[in-house]
């Protein structure tokens, strides 16, 4: 597949002046240098190696009984709701930001930037942490909810959701806002020019600007938030059908059962994988 | 134009870590025993380490800690090392099934506690005060060493008890006592001696019968058999046994 692409004649003579949209980006196609190949492949063996590792390591004939065991199911079951309700979250909170950090310029809108990305960088478990440092029964606003309104967070699935959104709603942001930068914001003025008003000009054509940044955002937030563990086990503990997903699960499971660990992650494979196969085209292309 | 930045960069990339391999190739006349130990071992070992090299100069102690069952993991897969510490000894059957584990011996037992913040809001002081309704209750889950004995201290007492964690680990239990977020939590003893500034310990009758043997090795494969024979010796001598004592630890 590579290497059909490096092959193809490059149509322009000059590479990427034109500036850094992603559609110049594939036009100004220059041959690649031949050094680059070894690193490259050696990269994607550093990818694929170990989960073939896994695929080659696993007792296949005990397979099926173990990824269907009830504390497989009960971990699976919890994990796809948990992550689906954390990229619901995502979209909800993190569409929106993404519009106000690419069209709204607030003030530091810099600094602004760089903190939202901050969990992509920061170990999950000292966001999870984080978390629990300001939800958690002595936390900086945790103490009045439980105070006020005796509401307790840390060890409940709602602390799992949290948590899977704090790691997972910088990708969407990224993406969407991505999105937003590209297009430009020349559809809008002209808009507003028209006589459009801002809700409408937002709901009429800054959110259609988004949708292509959307797949790739949500497919990247969902995938995030299913593979999440240190902030989970940090803020929401690990109990059976609560808040054990099913890589807290893997992690337990590798104590005791090596065998029903290296199921459980084939699992997860295959599910992470599905989704991002489902929307790869996208993912590659609007993630950056 | 990014092409050519990326060279140099990449050969710069592989310079330094070529220079890092070289580095380790002049340090190589030191001599090096890596010891495995179990996470709980940690502030024991450390103070083993620098007595082992005060001892034993130019012999640099590699301590990589970690859970048992993760150590032996690492053996069974072929993680070169000298000596094994384990905090159980099913964790160390794994390894002696592999035909790796030399002649264990049992140096150090340990045994739970219930671990409370020093001001105990949940007014803990027996097992079966830890069913009471109410209460934030944390305990390692069954997989795990600390988890098979809380299962074990709490079927003897007849005591039924609702978690609202299984940690997969006594660290991360503690962790939540310490945090304020549990109530009461099922630790061993030398945890609730680590972070004594924080937490308090209460004993309870059942959990003699629920001990922790530690069991200690040199491996078969050691590539430096003798230093580790000598750092086995040290565990198992009198200062291991004063630092085990220290720290909390039962010395057989």
Redesign the interface.
Known sequence: MASAASSTPDPSPT??VSGRGGADRHRAR?A??A??WL?AALGFALVILPVLGLVLRADWVRLPELVTSDAALTALGLSLRTAAASTLLSLLLGGPLAVVLARGRPPGLRVLRSLVLLPLVLPPVVGGLAL??LL???GLVGQYLDLLFGV?I??TTTAVVLAQTFVAMPFLVVSLEGALRTAGERYEAVAATLGARPWTVFWRVTVPLLLPGLGSGVVLAFARALGEFGAT?AF?????GR??TLP?EI????????DGAVALSLLLVAVAAAVVVLARPRAVEGAR | ?R?RA??PT?VALVVAVAACGSDAGRAAPRRTVTVLAAASLTEVFGRLEQRFEADHPGVDVRLSYG?S??LA?QIVNGAPADVFAAANTATMDTVAKAGLAGKPQVFATNELRIAVREDNPGKVGSLADLARDGL?L?VC?P??PCGAATAKVTRDAGVRLR??????DVK?VLG?VV???ADAGLVYVTDVHARKDKVRGIAFPEAANARNDYPITVLDRAPEADLARQFVELVRGQAGREALTAAGFQVP
């Open positions: 590479g990427g220059t690649l240098p050094v680059l690193p629990l440092y958690g029964r002595a307790r840390p060890f086990i929401a503990g690990s109990l059976a808040t054990r807290l992690y337990l499971q590798r104590e005791s059962d090596v | 134009m092409a990326l060279l990449l859970g069952s993760d993991q934030v944390v889950a997989q795990v978690p609202s964690s299984e940690e997969p991360s939540k945090a304020g977020e």
